[in-house]
């Protein structure tokens, strides 16, 4: 049995997520009142629909022709009214809630591509997508219905009840039948819809993961003969999601079918009631079908209200799964404006790069990845990063990106003229970079060249592929540099994928270049070419690159090791 504590523990997590949604919904509280209010009014056109049938049956037995015609125009009217007004509430709970899901959606990618690069890295990528898509989807799906379906159902019940005690106050006992059991399950409803929320939600992301990283990884996997294995682990993950779905469905088949037979013996109740009223002479025959229809309805809006706890904790629990992300720190900006008013000095006449004494570990370690190193580059100078690998050479190219700040000590970057400011996220715009792995994205050759340039020209593009010797093998494909590149570029080499990504930093034509083993899958005489190409093309920039391969030394002003504890030191060329 759960303690009060934690059940009260629940009610504060639950209050949180509802306070974080209702920040988009209140953007909305016009649509949203404007549903209210006629989702209202179609509730008491229901009520009078169905009074107003009652006096044409009491009309048609009575054989007073008198007002047959206008209570069965009253009836009719009052029916088609609700049905158009229905039409209107539909209209509107899809307006709003395509606007709210694209506002969650967008704020949530923002707030990825936005967060710490060490925070949102801990996370695989299936399962944002899965928050991004499914947790968002159930929380617009549901809530724009959530709030108004409150408000309607509780105006049903009140009418309906209402109604019930005008004409027979006891038929309003036997409509309440249901009540004690759903208050009882309520709270054990609640806390295991909760749970299961939690779960499948956390599965389903797992097997997206899954998805994602076997299709991404196609090649080796068949490379290594392994597909059944994978074909197996899916099967695995799928039946223990079919299971996880199982268990909740049968305490769902259970809980609806007490819930029908309560509300078929409340059903009966009221028609035995009626009958015998109707038997008695006390009531009519309208009224006795106003009683089946309003006890109908008054047991459902019941249910429909106590069912509004689990439905407000499974919304609540993929609010807080979205919150989990939005709630990560977001990278500072606070100097972007310096940044901005250094850059065409840095351009022009270079950028000098300083580190002083810079430790950092990694959120995930205990030891000290990198442990107080030094350095300085200047404008036109080159320097290497040799060391085994996992030594922390592509640490130090992260923090001068600013993705990962050090635990002490600092690194900066200054003009020739004597500005200088802290490498953070603003400094970003003074580095291009050529990662280790191979990065491309969907599109042409040219669309992953224009990613850092989105004016570029195409003689601006041909300038750097050949720079990058890569115009020698473009120039021969059908399309040119609008060849499409397929997902991962494997319709490339190795070596023809590295050279765009060479030729893309270039594009970008920063003060600073940042290579991480930019050039491990080229031959040595196209090396050497590309390396020369580089250094020509812009004598006042800094590189500063990590290499395994000593041919490229010949290139580098001084070159530094890293050892296994984490200390550079200078080598001799």
């Known amino acids: 049995m759960k303690k009060p504590g934690e059940y009260f523990e629940l009610i504060r997590s639950l209050a949180k997520e509802w306070r974080w949604l209702l920040c988009y919904i209140s953007r909305y509280r016009f649509h949203i009142a404007l549903y209210v209010v006629i989702g209202i009014l179609s509730t008491l056109m229901g009520l009078g629909a169905s009074v107003a049938s ?102 049903q019940f009140i009418g309906c009840l209402i109604v019930v005690l005008y004409y027979d106050p006891v038929m309003a006992i036997f409509a309440f039948i249901s009540a004690p059991f759903l208050l009882l399950t309520s709270k054990v409803s609640a806390r295991l819809m909760r749970k299961y929320n939690i779960e499948s939600r956390e599965m389903n992301g797992k097997i997206l993961s899954f998805y994602s990283e076997s299709i991404q990884n196609i090649q080796t996997i068949k490379a290594f003969d392994i597909t059944k294995r994978y074909i197996e682990q899916l099967n695995t993950n799928l039946n223990l999601y079919r299971k996880m779905k199982l268990d909740h469905g049968k305490f769902s088949i ?78 500072s900006s606070k100097d972007d404006q310096k940044a901005e008013e250094m850059y065409d000095s840095a351009h022009s006449d270079g950028i000098i790069l300083d580190c002083e004494k810079l430790t950092y570990t990694y959120d995930t370690g205990d030891d000290a990845v990198v442990r107080d190193i030094s350095f300085s580059v200047k404008p036109g100078e080159t320097i290497a990063l040799v060391g085994p690998s996992g030594e922390g050479k592509t640490t130090i190219l992260r923090l001068i990106l600013g993705l990962v700040e050090p635990d002490s000590g600092f690194m900066t970057m ?129 590189c500063v690159i990590t290499t395994h391969r000593p041919s490229m030394l010949q290139y580098c002003n001084r070159i530094y090791r890293i050892n296994e504890e984490g200390y550079l030191s200078e080598i001799e060329k």
């Open 414 to 542: 200054s003009t020739v003229s004597g500005e200088k400011i802290n490498v953070s996220e603003s400094t970003r715009r003074f580095c291009s970079y050529v990662p280790q792995e191979n990065v491309v994205f969907s599109g042409s050759i040219a669309d992953n060249l224009r990613i850092v340039k989105p004016e570029a020209t195409d003689e601006e593009l041909e300038a750097v592929l050949r720079t990058a010797d890569a115009w020698n093998f473009i120039e021969k494909l059908t399309n040119g540099m609008y060849t499409a590149i397929n997902e991962k570029g494997v319709n490339f080499s190795e070596g023809q994928i590295q050279r765009i990504s060479i030729a893309r930093a270039l594009l970008r034509n920063a003060p600073i270049l940042v290579m991480d083993e930019a050039t491990s899958a080229l031959d040595a005489q196209t090396e050497e070419k590309v390396l020369a190409n580089i250094m020509q093309s812009y004598p006042n920039r800094t």
């Open 54 to 155: 009652k006096y044409l049956i009491d009309s048609v037995v009575s054989h007073n022709t008198s007002t047959i015609v206008s209570s069965a125009i009253l009836a009719i009217s009052l029916a088609i009214t609700q049905i158009l007004i229905n039409a209107v509430v539909s209209r509107i709970a899809s307006v709003v809630g395509s606007k709210i899901s694209n506002e969650i959606r967008e704020s949530v990618y923002e707030h990825i591509v936005l967060s710490r690069w060490e925070d949102i890295s801990k996370y695989h990528s299936g399962d944002l997508l899965n928050r991004i898509e499914g947790d968002v989807l159930s929380i617009s799906g549901s809530i724009v219905s959530f709030i108004p379906g409150a408000f309607t159902k509780s105006a």
């Open 254 to 331: 259970i809980m609806t079918l007490c819930m029908s037979i309560i509300g078929l013996i409340v059903s009966y109740s009221c028609y035995g009631w009626g009958v015998w009223r109707l038997w008695q002479g006390v009531i009519t025959y309208g009224t006795m079908t106003l009683f089946l229809q309003i006890s109908g309805q008054l047991t459902s809006s019941f249910t429909s209200l106590v069912s509004l706890l689990p439905n407000a904790i499974s919304i609540a629990t993929a609010a807080g799964r979205i919150m989990e992300i939005t709630d990560l720190p977001i990278e």
